[in-house]
């Protein structure tokens, strides 16, 4: 719980002059569970929708949608996993150019079965956009 507590820091809750208050620009059925490291591209379940959509964002940007539940995001995390880790070794995905041509097609063909082609843009901007 307490790691899900800091992970809404900088969201939910911000800093003023007396410490830590509640954000009233955000969302209250948003929720931060996972985060860039260094912070800055939170991932946000929507805790009120049937499912738990998942979101994300850029920066301080409007968040947009990654997946229609968290189950889909689960899965698409393992898939996504299953590419870079289990077919291409992290470090092969691409070079100072880019990301190698063979490496997209193949996370599309792997991941984008498993959220559709309406959440598999979103996922893939955040990943690697």
Do not use: C
């Not at 800055?40 to 994300?56: D, F, L, W």
């Not at 409007?62 to 968290?70: H, R, T, V």
Request: glycine fraction near 12%; aromatic fraction near 16%.
């Amino acid at each position: 719980m307490e790691g899900l507590e800091r992970a809404q820091l900088g969201y939910r809750r911000v800093k003023d002059r007396e410490g830590w208050i509640d954000n009233p620009e955000w969302p209250e059925e948003y929720v931060v569970f996972a985060d860039d490291v260094g912070g800055g591209k939170p991932v946000i379940a929507v805790i009120n929708r049937e499912g738990t959509p998942v979101y994300a964002a850029h920066d301080a940007g409007q968040a947009f949608p990654i997946a229609a539940s968290l189950a889909d995001f689960v899965n698409a995390l393992s898939a996504m996993i299953s590419v870079v880790y289990g077919e291409f070794e992290i470090f092969e995905i691409g070079d100072d150019d880019g990301l190698y041509p063979g490496f997209e097609q193949r996370f599309k063909e792997v991941v984008e079965p498993v959220l559709g082609a309406e959440y598999y843009e979103g996922f893939w901007d955040y990943f690697y956009g």
